[in-house]
Nanobody, 116 residues
Framework: QVQVVESGGGLVQPGGSLRLSCVAS????????IGWYRQAPGKQRELVAA???????NYADSVKGRFTISRGYAQNTVYLQMNSLNSDDTAVYYC??????????WGQGTQVTVSS
C-alpha cells in the first residue's frame, strides 16, 4: 500500500512564504514523478510543479520564479517552497506520486490561504 501525506499549509499574508512537504510512504521502491497540484474554489485542479526521479522540474507559468520544488534528503519526499504569495495562490494543494507499475496516489490536500 502507498500513502501520500502533505503538510505545511496555513494562513499567510500577501507577499509571504510557505513551505509545503509531501511524503510518500509504503511499498515504494522508486517514483516516476511527484507533483504538486492545487484546486481553488470553483476552479479545476491544476498542476503547479512537478519533479521527476531524475531531478528535472516543471512549473506552471503562474508560479515560475516564485515557487521551487525540490527533493528532500529522505526518499520519496519533496518540498514546495512558495514565495511572494498572492491571493490567486489560495487553494487546496495536493501532492501526487506517480509510481512505476503501481499508478498515481493522491494526498488529502493541505489548505493554503493568502489573505490580509
Amino acid at each position: 500500500q502507498v500513502q501520500v501525506v502533505e503538510s505545511g499549509g496555513g494562513l499567510v499574508q500577501p507577499g509571504g512564504s510557505l513551505r509545503l512537504s509531501c511524503v510518500a510512504s509504503g511499498s515504494i521502491y522508486s517514483f516516476n514523478a511527484i507533483g504538486w497540484y492545487r484546486q481553488a474554489p470553483g476552479k479545476q485542479r491544476e498542476l503547479v510543479a512537478a519533479i521527476t526521479s531524475s531531478g528535472s522540474t516543471n512549473y506552471a507559468d503562474s508560479v515560475k520564479g516564485r515557487f521551487t520544488i525540490s527533493r528532500g534528503y529522505a526518499q520519496n519526499t519533496v518540498y514546495l517552497q512558495m514565495n511572494s504569495l498572492n491571493s490567486d495562490d489560495t487553494a487546496v494543494y495536493y501532492c501526487n506520486a506517480e509510481l512505476p507499475h503501481i499508478g498515481n496516489y493522491w494526498g488529502q490536500g493541505t489548505q493554503v490561504t493568502v489573505s490580509s
